[in-house]
């Protein structure tokens, strides 16, 4: 039976991938995004403009026929927003998608999350479902509200909570990453010995098709990251070898983070500075598994995005 799918966030990173992927598995897919000339086109797609969540929306169009959705709109996490501009767009315009989607018998509705580990010494070395999310920042707060929302409605759902997400034409705090990465600058790999969860954009994409598709996941909130680990001093070396940039061995990482500080590039550091292993056992227990190792992720990030360049060039 063909689906209708709604996905909303539809021209972001996630969406331009996910939106093609649901439509090539037979879906049809309703891609809902405040700029629907940026979406992904094809057989199976129907782009339509998606309202401003920074207010009241009318889900009832967007949702007309639809049997499932999945909700990536939101408000990117980066400074300078105010926290009540995080509240209304994550949180309240979330709320508001649930009770809609509930109203109209929606079959099942899978959020896109985020970590919000609490602090290492009071989680242990492994992030599981089980350690009670400690939101640190504003974007962090709004997530976990917009999760209390969505289990308040009545809907089927399923939430899912990624780390840091890369892959091809990624943006944000992992394009400064790879910027610095490619510089010419030495950096002293070896030095920066965090191990850090990162999620491939294939991988999720896995995740979220697989709840689409499986019963059993209804209820319930995930984890999911790249099963193995990876330490900054791999993720540094992987990026400069295939931006063909030399590394080094010793050093400290002391001037790496100065740099991303004086940068007002704080949030980064924070997210790689410090360790944060995420376990997916659980989803990965339900059956879901994972198409690409970080390691050739990671490559194929830096040569897709090496490609871009060249072609806008």
Known sequence: MTRRILVTGASGFVGRALVPALAAAGNLVLAASRRPAETARGPGIEPVA????????????LLEGVDAVVHLAGIAHRSGIEDAV???VIRAGTGSLARAAA???????????????????????????????QPATAYERAKLAAEVEVRAAGVPFTVLRPPMIYGPNVKGNM??????????????????????????????????VF?????????????????EPITL????????????????????????????????????WERIGDDLVVDPGKLIAAGWRPVVDTRTALRAMVRANGADERDEG
């Open 211 to 227: 709840c689409l598709d499986q019963p059993a996941t209804v209820g319930e909130t995930y984890l999911v990251a790249d099963p």
């Open 233 to 268: 001093a791999e993720m540094i070396t992987i990026l400069r070898e295939a931006a063909a940039r030399p590394t080094r061995g010793g050093g400290s990482p002391a001037p790496f983070e100065i740099l991303l500080r004086m940068s007002e590039r704080n949030v980064l």
């Open 86 to 88: 995080y509240d209304r």
């Open 103 to 133: 109203r109209r018998k929606v079959s099942r509705l899978v959020l896109a999350s985020a970590v919000a580990a609490p602090p290492r010494a009071a989680r242990g070395p492994v992030v599981t479902e089980a350690a009670e999310p």
């Open 50 to 61: 998606l309202p401003d969540l920074d207010g009241p929306v009318d889900w009832a169009p």
């Open 175 to 208: 394009a400064l990453l790879m910027r610095i990465a490619g510089s010419p600058w030495p950096l002293p790999a070896a030095a920066f010995t965090t191990r850090r969860s990162l999620l491939a954009l294939d991988n999720l994409i896995a995740a979220i």
